[in-house]
Protein backbone atom coordinates (compact mmCIF):
# COMPACT_ATOMS: atom_id res chain seq x y z
CA UNK A 1 0.00 0.00 0.00
CA UNK A 2 2.98 2.50 0.74
CA UNK A 3 4.35 1.52 -2.40
CA UNK A 4 1.50 2.45 -4.29
CA UNK A 5 0.72 5.83 -2.51
CA UNK A 6 3.85 6.68 -3.04
CA UNK A 7 3.58 6.11 -7.16
CA UNK A 8 -0.02 8.55 -6.83
CA UNK A 9 2.07 11.84 -5.60
CA UNK A 10 3.70 13.10 -8.19
CA UNK A 11 7.75 14.80 -7.99
CA UNK A 12 7.90 18.50 -7.73
CA UNK A 13 10.46 19.27 -11.29
CA UNK A 14 13.66 19.92 -9.71
CA UNK A 15 14.88 22.66 -11.38
CA UNK A 16 11.57 24.52 -9.53
CA UNK A 17 12.45 23.27 -5.49
CA UNK A 18 14.64 26.30 -4.81
CA UNK A 19 11.90 28.46 -6.23
CA UNK A 20 8.99 26.33 -4.55
CA UNK A 21 10.99 26.21 -1.13
CA UNK A 22 12.77 29.32 -0.93
CA UNK A 23 11.43 31.73 2.51
CA UNK A 24 12.48 35.04 0.54
CA UNK A 25 10.36 37.95 -0.90
CA UNK A 26 9.21 36.20 -4.54
CA UNK A 27 8.28 39.83 -5.88
CA UNK A 28 12.27 40.55 -5.15
CA UNK A 29 13.64 37.56 -6.68
CA UNK A 30 11.45 38.05 -10.05
CA UNK A 31 11.86 41.73 -10.33
CA UNK A 32 15.73 40.40 -11.31
CA UNK A 33 14.41 38.87 -13.62
CA UNK A 34 12.25 41.23 -15.51
CA UNK A 35 12.41 44.89 -16.91
CA UNK A 36 9.00 45.51 -15.71
CA UNK A 37 7.22 43.92 -12.90
CA UNK A 38 3.64 44.33 -12.30
CA UNK A 39 1.05 43.25 -10.05
CA UNK A 40 -2.72 42.78 -11.87
CA UNK A 41 -5.12 42.56 -8.61
CA UNK A 42 -7.67 40.08 -9.99
CA UNK A 43 -10.17 40.85 -6.78
CA UNK A 44 -10.45 40.81 -3.58
CA UNK A 45 -13.33 39.94 -1.15
CA UNK A 46 -15.01 38.38 2.27
CA UNK A 47 -15.64 34.61 2.51
CA UNK A 48 -15.32 32.28 5.19
CA UNK A 49 -12.46 30.03 5.51
CA UNK A 50 -12.79 26.66 3.71
CA UNK A 51 -10.52 24.86 5.96
CA UNK A 52 -8.72 25.35 9.50
CA UNK A 53 -5.68 27.73 8.94
CA UNK A 54 -2.72 29.19 10.98
CA UNK A 55 -4.64 31.23 13.41
CA UNK A 56 -8.23 30.31 12.21
CA UNK A 57 -10.96 27.89 12.27
CA UNK A 58 -13.40 26.75 9.39
CA UNK A 59 -16.27 29.04 8.43
CA UNK A 60 -13.94 32.75 9.96
CA UNK A 61 -14.27 35.40 7.76
CA UNK A 62 -11.55 36.11 5.36
CA UNK A 63 -10.35 38.80 3.48
CA UNK A 64 -9.18 36.85 0.25
CA UNK A 65 -7.13 39.22 -1.81
CA UNK A 66 -6.35 37.58 -6.06
CA UNK A 67 -3.38 38.92 -7.92
CA UNK A 68 -1.20 37.56 -11.03
CA UNK A 69 2.43 38.63 -10.81
CA UNK A 70 3.41 39.71 -13.88
CA UNK A 71 6.96 39.99 -15.52
CA UNK A 72 7.67 42.43 -18.78
CA UNK A 73 3.35 41.65 -19.39
CA UNK A 74 3.61 38.13 -18.90
CA UNK A 75 1.92 36.30 -16.01
CA UNK A 76 4.22 34.36 -14.41
CA UNK A 77 2.61 33.46 -10.79
CA UNK A 78 -0.69 33.21 -9.94
CA UNK A 79 -1.34 34.34 -5.94
CA UNK A 80 -3.83 33.94 -3.29
CA UNK A 81 -3.34 35.66 0.46
CA UNK A 82 -5.96 34.69 2.98
CA UNK A 83 -6.50 37.22 5.82
CA UNK A 84 -8.64 36.79 8.85
CA UNK A 85 -10.90 39.34 9.54
CA UNK A 86 -9.14 39.90 12.90
CA UNK A 87 -6.00 40.27 11.59
CA UNK A 88 -7.28 42.58 9.09
CA UNK A 89 -9.11 44.96 11.78
CA UNK A 90 -5.93 44.49 14.13
CA UNK A 91 -2.71 45.20 12.01
CA UNK A 92 -1.65 48.59 11.03
CA UNK A 93 -1.16 47.58 7.36
CA UNK A 94 -4.14 48.79 5.55
CA UNK A 95 -4.32 45.11 2.97
CA UNK A 96 -7.26 46.06 1.73
CA UNK A 97 -5.84 49.30 0.02
CA UNK A 98 -2.53 47.26 -1.48
CA UNK A 99 -4.58 47.43 -5.03
CA UNK A 100 -1.17 46.79 -7.84
CA UNK A 101 1.34 47.34 -5.07
CA UNK A 102 3.06 43.99 -4.45
CA UNK A 103 2.16 42.60 -0.93
CA UNK A 104 5.48 41.31 -0.21
CA UNK A 105 6.92 45.11 0.07
CA UNK A 106 4.14 45.47 2.85
CA UNK A 107 5.48 42.05 4.49
CA UNK A 108 8.88 42.00 4.19
CA UNK A 109 9.54 45.16 5.21
CA UNK A 110 7.43 45.09 8.27
CA UNK A 111 9.42 45.60 11.68
CA UNK A 112 7.10 42.49 13.12
CA UNK A 113 6.71 40.50 10.81
CA UNK A 114 7.72 36.39 11.14
CA UNK A 115 8.15 33.48 8.41
CA UNK A 116 6.04 30.24 9.60
CA UNK A 117 5.22 27.12 7.71
CA UNK A 118 5.82 26.80 4.15
CA UNK A 119 3.72 23.75 2.22
CA UNK A 120 4.55 22.90 -1.27
CA UNK A 121 1.43 22.21 -2.94
CA UNK A 122 0.82 21.00 -6.89
CA UNK A 123 -2.79 22.32 -8.58
CA UNK A 124 -4.24 19.87 -10.92
CA UNK A 125 -6.45 20.55 -14.22
CA UNK A 126 -9.38 21.52 -12.31
CA UNK A 127 -8.44 24.00 -9.82
CA UNK A 128 -8.37 27.52 -10.46
CA UNK A 129 -4.49 28.37 -10.85
CA UNK A 130 -4.89 25.47 -13.81
CA UNK A 131 -8.46 27.20 -14.97
CA UNK A 132 -6.84 30.48 -15.11
CA UNK A 133 -3.45 29.48 -16.46
CA UNK A 134 -5.69 28.08 -19.56
CA UNK A 135 -7.36 31.16 -20.01
CA UNK A 136 -4.31 33.41 -20.08
CA UNK A 137 -3.22 31.13 -22.78
CA UNK A 138 -0.61 28.91 -20.77
CA UNK A 139 -2.91 25.67 -20.73
CA UNK A 140 -1.21 23.56 -18.68
CA UNK A 141 -0.25 19.40 -19.58
CA UNK A 142 1.47 18.80 -16.01
CA UNK A 143 0.56 19.62 -12.55
CA UNK A 144 1.07 22.92 -11.43
CA UNK A 145 3.23 23.77 -8.22
CA UNK A 146 3.05 26.17 -6.09
CA UNK A 147 3.60 26.91 -2.14
CA UNK A 148 1.83 28.14 0.57
CA UNK A 149 3.48 30.48 3.18
CA UNK A 150 2.51 31.26 6.34
CA UNK A 151 3.44 34.79 8.06
CA UNK A 152 2.85 36.74 11.03
CA UNK A 153 2.44 40.58 11.86
CA UNK A 154 3.11 41.33 15.17
CA UNK A 155 1.54 38.15 16.11
CA UNK A 156 -1.49 38.58 13.41
CA UNK A 157 -1.78 35.85 10.69
CA UNK A 158 -1.93 35.28 7.25
CA UNK A 159 -1.74 32.88 4.07
CA UNK A 160 0.01 33.93 1.12
CA UNK A 161 -0.58 30.91 -1.50
CA UNK A 162 1.77 31.62 -4.75
CA UNK A 163 1.32 29.08 -8.27
CA UNK A 164 3.79 29.15 -10.33
CA UNK A 165 2.19 29.49 -14.01
CA UNK A 166 3.59 27.32 -16.78
CA UNK A 167 5.57 30.06 -18.53
CA UNK A 168 7.32 30.23 -15.10
CA UNK A 169 7.87 26.67 -15.34
CA UNK A 170 9.14 26.84 -18.87
CA UNK A 171 11.23 29.61 -18.14
CA UNK A 172 12.85 29.03 -15.11
CA UNK A 173 14.45 25.79 -16.24
C1 LIG B 1 4.63 37.51 -0.25
C2 LIG B 1 5.07 38.17 -1.30
O1 LIG B 1 4.22 39.01 -2.02
C3 LIG B 1 3.93 38.69 -3.37
C4 LIG B 1 2.90 39.65 -3.78
C5 LIG B 1 1.56 39.30 -3.68
C6 LIG B 1 0.47 40.34 -3.80
O2 LIG B 1 0.81 41.51 -4.18
O3 LIG B 1 -0.69 40.00 -3.54
C7 LIG B 1 1.19 37.99 -3.45
C8 LIG B 1 2.13 36.99 -3.41
C9 LIG B 1 3.55 37.23 -3.37
O4 LIG B 1 4.25 36.52 -4.34
C10 LIG B 1 6.47 38.07 -1.77
O5 LIG B 1 6.92 38.95 -2.56
O6 LIG B 1 7.17 37.12 -1.33
Not at 95 to 100: S, V
Amino acid sequence: MFAVELAQQPMSPSHMDHWLTDKSSLTLRLKALCRRFEVTLLGEWQQPAQQDGVGWCCGDPLWLREVLLCLDGVPWVYALTEIPLSTLNHTEVDFTALGNRPLGEVLFSHQQMRAGQLTVNHYDAHSRPAQLAAELGQAPNSPLWGRSRDFALAGKPLRVNEVFLPVAEQRLR
